[in-house]
């Protein structure tokens, strides 16, 4: 059975718990990937694209996110 996301949105946090590293590292990683997508400062980044850019699998993934 599949892990249900909860979330949609990938949070520093969440990329804390998934890469070990820090907090400052998590919020410029998700800055990279919205300037690599073109995406504007009010928008989120999702797990999916997360998961794509790090070329992660997303049931390894949605294990670490939690609410």
Sequence with gaps: MKPKI????????????????SERYSRDLILKIKII???PDHQFVTV??????????????????TD
């Design 6 to 21: 909860t979330r949609l949105c990938i949070y520093p946090k969440d990329i804390q718990r998934i890469t070990g590293k």
């Design 37 to 39: 997508l073109n995406k």
């Design 48 to 65: 999916a694209e997360f998961c794509t850019y790090m070329g992660l699998p997303m049931e390894a993934v949605q294990v670490f996110i």
